[in-house]
Every structure is written in C-alpha cells, then in structure tokens.
C-alpha cells in the first residue's frame, strides 16, 4: 500500500474565473472550491481534507477477545 500524500493545487480555470483549489492524494480528488467561496470556506474544505486523509491512516480499533 502506498503511503498518501496531498496534493494542493490552486488553479484558475479559466482567465475570467477566479484562484480556486483542489486537494488530490493518490489520484483522488478530496475537496475542491467553488469558483463563489470565499477564503475561509476554502480553509474549511482544506481542513475537511487534510482530516479525511488523517482519518484514512489511522489503523482500526482492536476489538476486545472477550466480545
């Protein structure tokens, strides 16, 4: 398995459109802006993200034997 990474990519789609972004790991895309937010909601998706990723990494909860 290989290892995630996040690739953040801020893009302008076309020359009247706004900066926008796009967070990428292992070919996927995790969360992108809409050309209408605003900075703080591309922070929260960023977070969103980075968390999702975060989360993916985390091995799973051992169950007790005696369950």
Same mark, same amino acid.
């Given at each position: /398995?290989? #290892? *995630? @990474?996040?690739?953040? $990519?801020?893009?302008? *789609?076309?020359p009247r /459109? %706004? +900066?926008? @972004?796009?967070? +990428? ?7 992108? =802006? ?7 909601? &591309?922070?929260?998706? &960023? #977070? !969103? !993200?980075? $968390? =999702?990723?975060? !989360?993916?990494? $985390?091995?799973?909860?051992?169950? %007790? !034997? %005696?369950?």
């Amino acid at each position: /398995m290989s #290892t *995630p @990474f996040l690739d953040f $990519r801020i893009i302008k *789609p076309a020359p009247r /459109m %706004d +900066w926008h @972004f796009e967070v +990428w790991s292992n070919g996927r895309r995790l969360a992108h =802006s809409g050309v209408d937010e605003s900075y703080p909601d &591309m922070a929260k998706a &960023m #977070t !969103a !993200a980075v $968390r =999702s990723v975060q !989360a993916s990494l $985390r091995p799973a909860p051992k169950q %007790d !034997a %005696d369950q």
